[in-house]
């Protein structure tokens, strides 16, 4: 019984760690090309 619950763990953290990451993915894209278009907008405005 133990091992078993040991592999339902590791598929259900694995499984975890996909989701999270394929969430992060975009998330973390849009807020760097937010900041790159933010450190654009403030150039324009100096020059």
Known sequence: MK???WVVVV???GS????V???AAPVTTVL???RKLRMKRLNQ???
């Open 16 to 19: 975890v760690v996909v989701v």
């Open 21 to 23: 990451g394929a969430a």
């Open 32 to 34: 760097t090309s937010q």
């Open 3 to 5: 091992e078993s619950l």
């Open 45 to 47: 405005k100096r020059n």
């Open 11 to 13: 598929v259900v953290a």
